[in-house]
């Protein structure tokens, strides 16, 4: 495979980027075995602080913790899809009653600090005006009001992007506005849509990780938890690597089924529309990140 | 309003931090992550490889996650003592630029083929084909998502506060010291954050208006 960034490097710039290759790979492995020694040095590798995983208490509470991660996440991103595909009628309703308000919604959702919506509603609503939500709740909600106001955006983008001879010639065959919507519109939309509300979605999944802060149970507030553990030996970065690699593993399969459906629907029939999820997706929303 | 002006110190130190925390990220995060889209589209495969690797761990790992090992693993390698701002500053760094390295690195693939061909043909090296002739046309391209990049840093900072940095996330736990309606507290935080996020909605408009009639 050749770039067209660089003619085919010949013997001479084969030889060159050996060499530049390998300067750089000896320059980050000395930085990584610097901070593995380190890590050494200051007791963290040693067999006790990794003794707790054998612990079957603490392998269930991490279970629980995973648990407590994944149905927050499933619940939020069936919430923000619904909340989304609303708004998303709303925004494209004819009716300026309606999508103006709609607009003034997701706008105002997508501005403010997913963290900061957090917060309202967990220890605003509670000290300011007496509605008590559990931690649970809180960051499903919050988590529904900004993903779902991404999810709107990108649901319309999805929709405008439709050809307009589309809905012109279901309109030419007598259909409905609403039967136009949902039998023409959307399918068509969907589809170009589909890679960038699952990596959405991958969003969703990173930020249940926000409820550490606000003291929900999840993933990385257990890890807190055991780290802080004397009778452990306070094993913070054992705990965190492996927090880690199941984080990363969990959005990675996610990250995989959205290739796969992409693949799938490059070999559709029609072509989808471009969707190159890193170009659409942060102008659709301030999402993806 | 009496919340707001009677802690106006609060607000005007919390939001102090979290602009001081927003600048240095966000110019460290557009450095490091054009550098590491350089990486990826480099002739020597094993720096792709690595900005391959640095992208795909940082891209799934959450923001949290990562503060989470600079605040509690980092103090435990005793190298240089950190403060926690200068510790967020890194994490922040270190996440944002691998979503400007990927936004970049679209923006590459925008250029036309035949502008690289054509520099090429003229003798160009790899580093001067990249840096005088398609990136500065890739960073055209890609304004507008790479302003959304730096909006969600901006949001990004308050995570901070969940680690004891001094910005406007943490506002509300003095409020409720202080004894003042959180509640009322948090709705002024939220909308000088949308105060903040409209001049760059504005610039990255202008931006995309001037330099798109240029290209």
């Known amino acids: 495979m050749s770039s067209v960034l660089y003619d085919i490097p010949g013997p001479a710039a084969r030889a060159r980027n050996r060499t530049v290759g390998a300067i750089g790979v000896a320059a980050i492995v000395a930085v990584l075995v610097f901070v593995v020694y380190r890590f050494y040095d200051a007791g963290q590798f040693s067999?006790?602080?990794?003794?707790?995983i054998t612990y079957i208490n603490i392998q269930y509470?991490?279970?629980?913790?995973?648990?407590?991660?994944?149905?927050?996440?499933?619940?939020?991103?069936?919430?923000?899809?619904?909340?989304?595909?609303?708004?998303?009628?709303?925004?494209?309703?004819?009716?300026?009653?309606?999508?103006?308000?709609?607009?003034?919604?997701?706008?105002?959702?997508?501005?403010?600090?997913?963290?900061?919506?957090?917060?309202?509603?967990?220890?605003?609503?509670?000290?300011?005006?007496?509605?008590?939500?559990?931690?649970?709740?809180?960051v499903v909600l919050g988590l529904m009001l900004y993903n779902g106001s991404v999810l709107a955006e990108v649901f319309r983008a999805g929709v405008n992007a439709v050809p307009r001879g589309q809905s012109e010639a279901a309109y030419a065959l007598g259909l409905r506005k609403g039967q136009v919507m949902t039998s023409v519109l959307l399918p068509q939309a969907v589809r170009s849509m589909l890679p960038t509300i699952l990596s959405q979605l991958v969003v969703v999944l990173k930020d249940t990780a926000l409820g550490f802060i606000i003291l929900y149970p999840e993933l990385l507030y257990q890890a807190r938890f055991l780290g802080s553990q004397n009778q452990l030996g306070a094993p913070i970065l054992p705990v965190a690597l492996v927090v880690a690699v199941i984080y990363i593993g969990l959005c990675l399969i996610l990250t995989g089924i959205s290739r796969l459906v992409e693949k799938r629907l490059a070999h559709g029939p029609r072509k989808a529309k471009p969707a190159d999820p890193d170009l659409v997706a942060p102008q659709a929303g301030h999402g993806g990140v | 309003m009496n919340v707001l002006l009677d802690n106006l110190d609060l607000y005007l130190r919390g939001f102090g931090g979290t602009l001081a925390l927003f600048v240095v990220s966000a110019i460290g995060s557009l450095i490091l992550g054009t550098i590491i889209a350089g990486m990826r589209v480099s002739p020597v495969p094993v720096l792709r490889g690595v900005g391959t690797l640095y992208v795909t761990v940082l891209r799934n790992t959450p923001l949290t996650l990562v503060l989470f090992f600079f605040a509690f693993a980092y103090p435990r390698l005793e190298l240089v003592e950190l403060s926690f701002y200068t510790l967020a500053c890194i994490g922040l760094t270190l996440y944002t630029a691998a979503f400007v390295c990927e936004v970049v690195r679209s923006g590459i693939n925008t250029v036309p083929v035949g502008q690289a061909e054509a520099s090429r043909a003229l003798g160009f090296s790899f580093t001067q084909t990249l840096g005088q002739v398609v990136l500065p046309q890739a960073v055209r391209a890609v304004v507008p998502p790479l302003t959304n990049v730096q909006i969600a840093l901006l949001k990004n900072t308050t995570i901070a506060a969940g680690f004891a940095v001094v910005e406007a996330g943490g506002i509300y736990a003095n409020l409720s010291e202080r004894g003042y309606n959180v509640f009322v507290g948090l709705l002024w935080v939220a909308l000088f954050f949308i105060i903040l996020v409209v001049p760059l909605t504005i610039l990255q408009r202008?931006?995309?208006?001037?330099?798109?009639?240029a290209r």
């Open chain 1, 47 to 52: 067999p006790r602080l990794w003794e707790w």
């Open chain 1, 61 to 138: 509470l991490l279970l629980n913790a995973l648990w407590a991660t994944v149905s927050a996440f499933l619940v939020a991103a069936v919430l923000s899809l619904v909340f989304g595909a609303v708004f998303a009628a709303g925004r494209l309703s004819d009716h300026r009653w309606i999508s103006v308000p709609a607009t003034a919604v997701v706008e105002l959702f997508r501005a403010v600090p997913l963290l900061i919506l957090i917060f309202i509603l967990f220890y605003g609503l509670d000290r300011g005006l007496g509605i008590t939500i559990d931690a649970f709740w809180a």
């Open chain 2, 206 to 213: 202008r931006l995309d208006q001037r330099w798109s009639a």
